[in-house]
């Protein structure tokens, strides 16, 4: 079974900063990983699939990128409304997430 | 515009039983694969069964395997999760999924319906 480990746990960054989370695979999972916002209270939301794709209507300011067993999702200028935690996905499989904080 | 609405959560006595719901509008169920994710609180999703368009084919997690029944009716645009001998581990919000492409990835959720398993 494969094991997707996020790091870090939080991020805690000001408005503007560039956000880099990582999801690291236990073996490989080709492009095969998806990336997830969820906010409190509600649902996750796609934001990235096959390691690099935006889903339909997410901001250009999210991009994914990786292969094999590393995986990054950049949040280029992190704005007050990106607040949430962050899973990635492959499968049937989540990772723990990484929650994103305002300073 | 494509909603999952679920249905049917509560509060239930450790082995006991509820009917989970969820109805399709906005797209044709009978395309899509669609799978139950649940989140126990504070904690991430995880993923608990999924049917094929036809119901030809389901899947679970190993914890749930002989208690939950996925099942569905395109003709009523519904997916069903039936949970039996309920534990306090299967408290959680239990979330409809629609699934894209071949890999699990899902690009439609529900907004959840909370199960809580307590004496």
């Known amino acids: 079974e494969i094991v997707l480990t996020q790091s870090p746990a939080t991020l805690s960054l000001s408005p503007g900063e560039r956000a880099t989370l990582s999801c690291r695979a236990s073996?490989?999972?080709?492009?095969?990983l998806a990336w997830y916002q969820q906010k409190p209270g509600q649902a996750p939301r796609l934001l990235i699939y096959?390691?690099?794709n935006r889903a339909t209507g997410i901001s250009a300011r999210f991009s994914g990128s990786g292969s094999g067993t590393d995986f990054t999702l950049t949040i280029s200028s992190l704005e007050p409304e990106d607040v949430a935690v962050y899973y990635c996905?492959?499968?049937?499989?989540f990772g723990g997430g990484t929650k994103v904080e305002i300073k | 515009e494509v909603q999952l609405v679920e249905s049917g959560g509560g509060l239930v006595q450790p082995g006991g039983s509820l009917r989970l719901s969820c109805a399709a509008s906005?797209?044709?169920?009978?395309?899509?694969?669609v799978s139950w994710v649940r989140q126990a609180p504070g904690k991430g999703p995880e993923w608990v069964a999924n049917?094929?368009?036809?119901?030809?084919?389901?899947n679970y997690v190993d914890s749930v395997k002989g208690r939950f029944t996925i099942s569905r009716d395109n003709a009523k645009n519904s997916v069903y999760l039936q949970m039996n001998s309920l534990r306090a581990e299967d408290t959680a919000v239990y979330y409809c999924?629609?699934?894209?492409?071949?890999?699990?990835?899902?690009?439609?959720w529900g907004q959840g319906t909370l199960v809580t398993v307590s004496s």
């Open positions: 999924a629609r699934v894209s492409g071949g890999y699990d990835v899902v690009d439609y």
């Open positions: 996905q492959y499968r049937r499989t």
């Open positions: 049917i094929a368009q036809d119901g030809s084919a389901e």
């Open positions: 906005g797209f044709t169920l009978s395309s899509f694969w």
């Open positions: 073996q490989s999972v080709s492009s095969y």
């Open positions: 096959d390691a690099s």
